[in-house]
Nanobody, 115 residues
């Protein structure tokens, strides 16, 4: 079983930056793909970014050029650097991790961007 814990959320003004972390723990050999998703009030959860074990990344169009995801496989931790934040980025941000074909989710961290 894999446990994922997100951290780094908070309140920031538009144009500001935040860095989220997702730390994985538990009994596993390695983590395959990992990803960041977000869910705003009244909306469906949407993909933000994904990253493979080898570091290949993919981003939603809405965050391209502003967000960067990375991971440290030795620490089983993934990061999301968010720059030039906009009020529409306000959401609960979740990380997930694929381990042995099972997708695991964290509890989420709130990001609020004020205008």
């Amino acid at each position: 079983q894999v446990q994922l814990v997100e951290s780094g959320g908070g309140l920031v003004q538009a144009g500001g930056s935040l860095r989220l972390s997702c730390a994985a723990s538990g009994y596993f050999f390695s983590i395959n793909a990992m990803g960041w998703y977000r869910q705003a009030p009244g909306k469906q959860r949407e993909l933000v970014a994904t990253i493979t074990y080898g570091g290949s990344t993919n981003y939603a169009d809405s965050v391209k050029g502003r967000f960067t995801t990375s991971r440290d496989n030795a620490k089983n931790t993934m990061y999301l650097q968010m720059n030039s934040l906009k009020p529409e980025d306000t959401a609960v941000y979740y990380c997930n991790a694929n381990v042995q074909s099972i997708t695991n989710w964290g509890q989420g961290t709130q990001v609020t961007v004020s205008s």
